[in-house]
């Protein structure tokens, strides 16, 4: 009986931009700082391109209003990667409009490359690529690419794959990060954020992104607390349904009252926490004031007036987390005590004799 031989199967060798690309998924994936996962893919694009240049830019601004193009990671050969500083004044980034380029690939959802007549640096990049996110939770965004030579769809491909992978990570990212009812970040995610805010002033390693723009310096943090007056009545009177309409729209006038880099929380219930930086403890009182007369002044369906009490506190180095919000909570406590519908800083009842400083009070406070 003749032999049958099988020859042996090829072994496949990865191709080696499949490998770095997978490779650079891995580092992706395992990030779970927000404000630093465009700055790692930003690297690891540019380490996956023969290129110059990468930049993530996201579009930062309520669509009511003007918005901003805000770069959140700029890669160069042979430079750190930079972004820029998340509390960057709004008014000092370039609008939408400014890059037309960008704006017609959010808009399109489609790829598109260009060369430009004359080269734009010593490093004769004229060719530049632009790719849209793949954002459903969060802030949209591109990827933009500077070469001195047209980026072949051999060279884009492996791109596509990483930024949809990137895309599915963001989203799930986003998600976890957020209460499912109003959008505003959660309780989970308040402590990370929290750290930042109590290093000492200066300590943060952001860099601006050379010849784009200067960001506002400012230091310090402000904790708000935020209670919605009588929110049991809301419930029992109106019913549940209502009582979420109530959550929602109080988040939405937050959003509007509050600055695009001030961190807003749902803590769950009614209860409601502000990371306010920057400013003096006036800047915060005001601040604070004219988010709690937008609630006063806002047409409730049904419900129509719904009022909140606010105390807040400014944040000290090595404060812990329910160190600073028992502080902030204390002006709650008392906001409830003396009628409601108050704005009261900690600090100030504590020089008015009004709080001890060894006083300590947490948990919710709902006063019938």
């Known amino acids: 009986m003749a032999q049958v031989i099988v020859p042996p199967t090829p072994t496949a060798t990865p191709h080696p931009v499949a490998e770095e690309a997978i490779s650079h ?4 994936t395992a990030q779970r700082d927000r404000e630093l996962l465009d700055v ?3 690297q690891g694009v540019l380490d996956l391109l023969s290129v110059s240049s990468v930049g993530v830019y996201r579009l930062i601004g309520r669509e009511d209003e003007r918005q901003h193009w805000l770069c959140s990671g700029l890669a160069r050969r042979g430079q750190l990667t930079v972004s820029d500083p ?10 939408l409009n400014a890059y037309p380029m960008r ?8 790829l598109e490359q260009t060369e430009l007549g004359e080269a734009v640096s010593e490093q004769s990049l004229r060719h530049v690529t632009v790719l849209p996110l793949q954002v459903e939770v969060g802030l949209p965004g591109v990827l933009e690419v500077w070469s001195d030579k047209p980026l072949s769809m051999q ?3 492996p791109i596509q794959t990483l930024l949809k992978v990137f895309g599915n ?9 957020r209460d499912a009812l109003t959008g505003l970040l959660n309780r989970q995610t308040f402590d990370a954020t929290f750290l930042k805010a109590s290093m000492p002033a200066g300590t943060e390693a952001y860099q601006v992104p050379v010849g784009e723009r200067r960001a506002t310096p400012v230091t310090g943090y402000w904790l708000g607390v935020v209670d919605i007056d009588h929110f049991k009545r809301v419930n029992d009177g109106f019913g549940h349904l209502i009582g979420d309409e109530v959550l929602v729209l109080v988040a939405r006038i937050m959003r509007q009252s509050f600055r695009h880099y001030d961190r807003l929380y749902r803590f769950g219930g009614e209860e409601f926490v502000i990371l306010l930086r920057g400013g003096s403890e006036v800047d915060a009182q005001g601040a604070f004031e004219r988010f709690r007369y937008n609630v006063e002044s806002y047409p409730f369906p049904q419900v129509n007036r719904v009022t909140v009490s606010v105390g807040f506190t400014e944040i000290q180095h090595k404060d812990t987390p329910n160190v600073a919000f028992a502080r902030a909570d204390q002006g709650v406590y008392t906001a409830k005590h003396q009628g409601r519908n ?4 900690h600090e100030a009842l504590v020089r008015e004799g009004v709080l001890q400083t060894e006083d300590t009070h947490i948990g919710d406070v709902e006063l019938f």
């Open 103 to 110: 704006q017609a690939v959010l808009e399109s959802r489609l």
């Open 40 to 42: 790692s893919l930003a």
């Open 86 to 95: 998340p509390w960057v004044d709004l008014d000092s980034l370039p609008l």
């Open 155 to 157: 060279a884009l491909r």
């Open 342 to 345: 108050q704005v009261l800083c």
């Open 25 to 28: 998924l891995a580092d992706l």
């Open 169 to 177: 990570f963001q989203n799930l990212l986003e998600s976890s990060q």
